[in-house]
């Protein structure tokens, strides 16, 4: 049995942009290289109505919800940004590249090092780059085609990343790729994602009603 058309709707919503914004990337015939942590926010973005209907409304605090209404929900909401916030200020150092497999990108990213750094150096999958005061390793996930690179060690310069960053971009702006066969999927799951959501919210009015009224106190 389904939930009620509003919660599903708060749930799946943002789910289904996270996976068209996602279909889109993988559509390109370029490669994407975005910062590790917009990745994390754009992610924390797609769960937020899952968490929303999920653990914050089970341990919405009865006593607030009292005292303040339907503006709980405000604070609450606020509060899950400033924790993904939190969480990514406090992530390591990384770089997230879409719509690439490892052979195409590790010869991009060792042009960008030799630029960077005369003294880049090698070791499998992990580079280390000492006047930049970045190390890093490389991990793959070649089903959906795309790479991560990792801080390895605790101690990093933000500013050598921003700067691997921007080369790694400049190096990777030349090379074409097959737009990812993936990407139909994504944007056919978020399709789904939309119809039931919206569909059930337009066949369901006084549900949606009854459910608004439960979660704003009204």
């Known amino acids: 049995m389904l939930p009620d058309p509003f919660r599903l709707a708060i749930a799946l919503v943002p789910l289904a942009a996270y996976c068209i914004l996602l279909g889109m990337v993988n559509a390109r015939r370029r490669p994407f290289v975005t910062t590790g942590g917009c990745d994390l926010a754009a992610l924390g973005a797609a769960l937020s109505g899952l968490v929303l209907v999920g653990p914050i409304e089970l341990f919405r605090p009865e006593t607030a919800s009292g005292a303040y209404g339907g503006f709980i929900w405000l604070f609450l909401i606020v509060l899950y940004w400033l924790c993904l916030w939190l969480t990514v200020l406090i992530a390591r150092p990384r770089l997230v590249v879409y719509n690439v497999r490892g052979e195409e990108l590790r010869p991009a ?110």
């Open 109 to 218: 990213l060792a042009e960008a090092a030799r630029r960077l750094d005369p003294h880049a150096r090698w070791a499998g999958d992990n580079l280390a780059l000492p006047n930049l005061g970045v190390s890093l390793h490389i991990e793959c996930f070649e089903i959906m085609r795309h790479c991560s690179l990792i801080s390895s060690g605790g101690k990093q310069n933000m500013a050598g990343w921003e700067r691997l960053s921007g080369e790694l971009r400049n190096q990777l702006g030349s090379l074409r790729v097959a737009p990812n066969p993936r990407a139909l999927g994504l944007m056919i799951a978020a399709a789904l994602m939309l119809t039931a959501s919206i569909s059930h919210l337009l066949l369901s009015p006084q549900q949606v009603a009854q459910a608004m009224g439960e979660m704003l106190s009204f």
